[in-house]
């Protein structure tokens, strides 16, 4: 018997895995796209990669989709060393073959494009599986949201105790899930401190598979210059109001997104500061631009998912700009038909305009004048 089969408990036909297993298997031999955040951090392409895996217990032919880029040092050497295939989501990218969807670490919110792209395709949405707020009602076969679990990679991790996949050592790929899952679970959870009980009997379920040389490589990724760039720039511009630190960042490549997230991290380190928002515009290569910001707090009594939608509310179809979870959250607003004019003076005007929207929003919430709407 294996340490796995030793720890199983026997799981009944209600429980999650079960559930899963049997929504599988009645899908059996499809293809089926799994869609992750515009941005994916670890915990949703470790999440992806274990389902991508498990799948194939079922024949079903799977592949993980994203709109964004991936640019945090950690992710690219994530998905470089343990050779993860993401496919970038493109208007032209053919969606006729897939039978079904599956959205991992995100409901939708965080992946317009494909969300919008999928419905015109006819393609329904089979799995459901977060850890953040939920963001609208779902009519899916298999939901599990769980908010009171630190990562999306936990709930992974539980249903392979529970039999989904007979985790083995001495097979090279259950050691990539495992290190996946590790990963996502500590980067999720903040190195463990907002980690719950699960995240902790998670993390110590995988570290029979997890090969910890690789897991150490995947983490000792330095700052690239932008990165430290970009930080440097949100700690020059920080606004500091009571124990808020608000930076404006003004424009960044798409290729530098994951620097707004790590800014916003650094923020957090001042002294007597327990909320840092860090935001700016980010540009794509067809001009296509975007406000995205980062949501940082230590405060217990604060809900970032709460706070963020809140603040900054629904578009027209009624979904929400952002969303969080414990701990952190983040935003993203179109630009839309202000988007892609490259003169100097008008990109100006645009940032100063958006700068002091978004800050009167913010100080308005916290209940605060910003002293330069004064």
Not at 163 to 181: C, F, Q, W
Not at 196 to 202: G, H, T, V
Request: hydrophobic share 35%; net charge negative.
């Amino acid at each position: 018997m294996t340490d796995q089969e030793a720890d199983q408990s026997r799981p009944n036909a209600n429980d999650p895995t079960s559930k899963l297993i049997e929504t599988l298997e009645k899908h059996r031999g499809e293809r089926h796209v799994i869609v992750l955040q515009d941005y994916p951090d670890p915990d949703a392409i470790s999440a992806a990669l274990a389902h991508q895996i498990c799948c194939s217990r079922f024949e079903i032919e799977t592949d993980i989709i994203h709109s964004g880029r991936i640019s945090h040092q950690q992710n690219i050497a994530l998905v470089r060393l343990l050779g993860i295939d993401l496919i970038r989501h493109e208007p032209n990218l053919d969606l006729t073959p897939y039978r079904g969807a599956v959205f991992l670490d995100t409901q939708g919110s965080t992946a317009t494009a494909i969300v919008k792209a999928l419905a015109e395709a006819k393609i329904p949405t089979i799995i459901v599986v977060d850890h953040h707020e939920t963001q609208a009602e779902l009519n899916v076969e298999f939901k599990d949201i769980r908010r009171n679990i630190g990562s999306t990679a936990s709930i992974y991790s539980e249903y392979l105790k529970n039999g989904l996949l007979m985790l083995d050592s001495t097979v090279p790929e259950h050691v990539k899930i495992a290190t996946a899952l590790t990963h996502g679970i500590i980067t999720d959870t903040g190195g463990f401190v907002y980690a719950k009980p699960e995240d902790f009997q998670a993390a110590a379920f995988l570290s029979r598979y997890k090969d910890a040389d690789l897991l150490n490589q995947i983490m000792m990724q330095e700052r690239s210059r932008q990165t430290m760039d970009i930080t440097e720039r949100a700690l020059r511009n920080r606004e500091l109001a009571e124990n808020f630190s608000i930076s404006g960042i003004g424009y960044l490549r798409a290729e530098d997104r994951d620097a707004i997230p790590q800014a916003a991290d650094f923020l957090m380190t001042e002294e007597n500061i327990h909320t840092a928002i860090v935001y700016g515009i980010v540009t794509d290569k067809n001009h296509d631009e975007t406000l995205v910001g980062s949501f940082r707090t230590s405060k217990i009594t604060l809900d970032p998912d709460a706070f963020i939608k809140e603040v900054f509310g629904k578009d027209a179809a009624g979904n929400y700009f952002g969303g969080g979870k414990l701990s952190a959250g983040g935003f993203q607003i179109p630009i839309g038909f202000l988007s892609g004019v490259r003169d100097e003076e008008y990109r100006q005007k645009k940032w100063q305009l958006f700068d002091a929207q978004i800050k009167q929003k913010i100080f308005s919430k916290i209940g605060l004048k910003n002293k330069n709407t004064e």
